[in-house]
Structures are given as C-alpha cells and as structure tokens.
C-alpha cells in the first residue's frame, strides 16, 4: 500500500486501521487507513466483494468497528469501545436506489432531516437546496413522478441539506444509463467542488474513480491496495492487482541488467526505488506502445477493437506474448499486418516475477 502526502486543509475523516467483521469471523475488512480532507472527493474502488460498502457503511455508523477508529473532524466516533450513532455523526448518504420516501413531495423529501429548524428556516433551506440542484420548479412533484437523474438530485439535495459534515454515496450512477451517468457524474463533481462538500464515493468503475476523485482508494480482499491520486494509480500502481484493475495492463518479462532493463521489445530505465529480484516484470500499458509497420519484424497484429475515438490492437510477440497498443482511430490497420513495436513509455513500473 502506498500514501500520498495530504492538503494543507483541515482534516474532516480519519481511519486508523479500522477492521469490520461479519458472523463468519473473517474480516470484511482489515486495517484500513486513509484520510479526507475538506474539500476532497475519495474514491472507494475495488471489485465486488473487496469490502468498498462495508468501509462506508463503518464510517456512516451502520457497521461496528471491532478494530482501529474513526475519526470525524477529529473526534472518535467509532473504536472497539466506541460506536456513536448514525444520525449523531452529521453524515449525510445517498443510497444506491436513492432510498426517496414514495408518499412525500421533493419538498417534503429534501426537508426531512430538518425538523430541528422553525419553519421558516426549513423552507428557506429547503428552497436553496432546490435551487442548488436544479429542482426549484419540482418540488410539489412525487418522486415517481421524476426521472431518474431528478431522483439522484433530490436524493444528494436532501442529504446536503443538514450541512453534514461529510457526504457518502454509494454507487450513486448505478441505475442510470450511459449519457445520463455522464452527465450526472459532472454535475455531481461541480456541486460538490461548488459547495466544499468532502464526500466518498464507492464505485466498481475506475473511469468514474479517476474522473470523480481528488484520491482513489483501490480495495482488494478487505485490504487497502493503494491510496493516491488517480493519475499515480494508473502510472504507477503499487502491485499488479491496482495495475490490472485500473485499466488495460499487459506483463512482459525484463531482466536487469547494467542499470537497465532488457525485454523482448526494447530497454528501459530502472525505476529509482526499485529493489527487487533481477528477473522483472514489466508492465506496458497501451498508450506506452507505439507501432511501424515492419514487415521484417516478427509481431503481428492479432486484434482489433474500435473505441471510438481510438483502436485498440492486440499485438503478438514472436516469444507469443500479447501486448496491446492504443492508436487514433483513423490509424486502420488489417490483421496479421507485421509490425514493429517501439516504447514510448516515461517511466517503468516492474514487479518482481514469481
């Protein structure tokens, strides 16, 4: 697991080796730290099953702690001892189905957590968070009676309107289709960066991590993997589980030799931290590949998938190993088509072969 230094901002959520377990006995997760700071945006990221909604659900108080602490704005609020109450932490959650309350109005959803304030202050700040999501002309409106996107915004306006502290959603962009996730992942980021929201997201997506987040924390088996910003995770992620799972990674084997390391498609530089075995693997992503056609050269290429604004080539080593290479999308080549493959990596990421 690798950290990252924090913002020279107040720090909102703190996990200190936090570990939750169910009735089985095996931790759901085990030693998870990490930090927010105000302002911030984190990303839960991991596959099914590696412990992203359990962590949230331990910060938001719905989980007890059975290791480590929570700590919001500085002060425990869940330890081996410890477990203060959801609706005493000033959290605010939007749930997957976004959890509306079917007989109310968006009016008389959003003004729900309200009841401690006079009338005229829960109107009042009913109609700014209305305002604030693009809703002013729906609140009379019943929450069939909206699509799914105006679900959402009633969904983060009533969690935003206690002015919790922090804001979790988990999978917030799950029953929405493509152009409206799309479009919802962008008004969510605005309003949250608008209002210095610090939230934490869960997501399976590591587009919608990377396009979301200040910081990513990527989970495997209930174990933290690696905390950084999205841009380290994807060029330099701490073990080959973060590489695979953040985007289209291919291994090939090097071996160090004289400060370099050699493989099968060129020479590379010796990361400066690197103090492994020898005998490396390397990782290619494919926007570190770059293809001439070279019909003296033994790689063809095997596969072609069009993405739109690009392709993506499978290419086959004359050892056999595939690697793939990314190219605009008017650069068309056919299958079989000999190439010659040229790095044009910045840096090198190894892990050792086992």
Do not use: W
């Not at 959290?91 to 009016?107: K, S």
């Not at 929201?197 to 979301?212: G, K, N, P, S």
């Amino acid at each position: 697991m690798t950290n990252e230094p924090t913002h020279d901002k107040p720090i909102v959520l703190e996990l200190k080796k936090i570990t939750c377990s169910y009735d089985s006995g095996k931790p759901a997760v085990h030693e998870i730290s990490f930090t927010a700071n105000k302002g911030d945006i984190i990303c839960l990221l991991g596959p099914s099953g590696c412990g992203k909604t359990t962590t949230l659900r331990a910060i938001a108080g719905f989980e007890s702690v059975i290791e480590g602490t929570v700590l919001l704005d500085g002060n425990p609020v869940a330890d081996e001892t410890l477990h203060v109450p959801p609706e005493e932490r000033r959290v605010g959650m939007v749930f997957q189905d976004y959890a509306l309350f079917p007989h109310l109005c968006v009016n008389d959803n959003v003004s729900f957590g309200l009841c401690h304030l006079s009338s005229d202050d829960r109107r009042h700040r009913v109609e700014e968070m209305l305002a604030l999501t693009g809703l002013s002309e729906l609140g009379q409106r019943y929450p069939h009676e909206l699509s799914g996107g105006q679900q959402q915004r009633v969904a983060l306006a009533r969690a935003l309107a206690p002015q919790p502290v922090l804001l979790l959603l988990d999978e917030p962009f799950s029953n929405l289709d493509p152009d409206m996730t799309y479009k919802m992942r962008g008004e969510l980021h605005q309003l949250l960066k608008n209002t210095q929201t610090t939230a934490i997201l869960v997501t399976h997506d590591h587009e919608e991590a990377f396009t979301m987040a200040d910081k990513v924390a990527v989970l495997h088996q209930g174990r933290l993997e690696q905390f950084a910003s999205p841009e380290t995770i994807y060029h330099l992620p701490a073990s080959r589980f973060v590489a695979e799972f953040v985007g289209q990674a291919d291994f090939i084997p090097g071996e160090i030799q004289n400060q370099v390391v050699t493989t099968e498609i060129g020479k590379l530089p010796i990361p400066k931290d690197y103090q492994g075995h020898h005998k490396v693997l390397v990782m290619i992503r494919p926007d570190d590949i770059e293809l001439c056609i070279n019909a003296t050269q033994g790689a063809k290429i095997e596969t072609r998938q069009f993405r739109g604004s690009e392709n993506l080539y499978g290419i086959r080593l004359p050892s056999g190993h595939l690697i793939h290479s990314s190219a605009p999308s008017t650069q068309c080549h056919k299958l079989n088509t000999p190439v010659e493959v040229k790095i044009i990596a910045t840096h090198t990421v190894l892990f050792e072969q086992t």
